[in-house]
T-cell receptor
Framework: GDSVTQTEGPVTVSESESLIINCTYS????????LFWYVRYPGEGLQLLLK?????QKGSSRGFEATYNKETTSFHLQKASVQESDSAVYYC????????????FGKGTKLSVKS | AQTIHQWPVAEIKAVGSPLSLGCTIK??????LYWYWQATGGTLQQLFY??????VESVVQLNLSASRPKDDQFILSTEKLLLSHSGFYLC????????????FGPGTRLTVL
């Protein structure tokens, strides 16, 4: 079946430092799945951060970027300068489509940003 | 704007007791609906999906059932809770022409004792 592996947390970064959360995927039913990053801020629900549905493309939102690399089957999340408000749990996910459009998630990476 | 509401926010239940969790989506007509579950320390996994009223498909067998009695309502239930049912339950919706992105409700935290 499909699987997603991401950086194990927790990850602690100082404010204004750069961040990368690694994500690699394996999709067995489709060559190029849709890829997503979701985020859960403290006390809030799971929100879509960004998505990319075309291999080779880059998605961006709130200063975060992720590039769909089909050669390395990766979708790493990056930010040049993190802020304390970025503290949250980040989930990488893929969707292979089909009738159930199942999202397959990674385990999540808890990010803490120190001021 | 579309909104998704889940109830209750949290539940503490005894093993063997029944359970009913609900989800309502407003502002979208005929969405696809999903139930996801995350055990403590585990990975979010899809349990059920529904593409139309009255039709629900099971993805993972966990001694749970789901129903969609109305276009905007999705119910998750069981007659006998197990300890292993503890965790976080999320309802989500999508429209198939939106690249399969799904939008999640706030979730229900279930503790089975």
């Amino acid at each position: 079946g499909d699987s997603v592996t991401q950086t194990e947390g927790p990850v602690t970064v100082s404010e204004s430092e750069s961040l990368i959360i690694n994500c690699t995927y394996s999709a067995t039913s489709i060559a190029y799945p849709n890829l997503f990053w979701y985020v859960r801020y403290p006390g809030e629900g799971l929100q879509l951060l960004l998505k990319v549905i075309t291999a080779g493309q880059k998605g961006s939102s709130r200063g975060f970027e992720a590039t769909y690399n089909k050669e390395t089957t990766s979708f790493h999340l990056q930010k040049a300068s993190v802020q304390e408000s970025d503290s949250a749990v980040y989930y990488c996910a893929l969707n292979s489509g089909g009738s159930n459009a199942k999202l397959t998630f990674g385990k999540g990476t808890k990010l803490s940003v120190k001021s | 704007a579309q909104t998704i509401h889940q109830w209750p926010v949290a539940e503490i239940k005894a093993v063997g007791s029944p359970l009913s969790l609900g989800c309502t989506i407003k502002g979208k007509s005929s969405p696809n609906l999903y139930w996801y579950w995350q055990a403590t320390g585990g990975t979010l996994q899809q349990l059920f999906y529904s593409i139309t009223v009255g039709q629900v498909e099971s993805v993972v067998q966990l001694n749970l059932s789901a129903s969609r009695p109305k276009d905007d309502q999705f119910i998750l239930s069981t007659e006998k809770l197990l300890l292993s049912h503890s965790g976080f339950y999320l309802c989500a919706w999508s429209l198939m022409d939106w690249g399969y992105e799904q939008y999640f409700g706030p979730g229900t935290r279930l503790t089975v004792l």
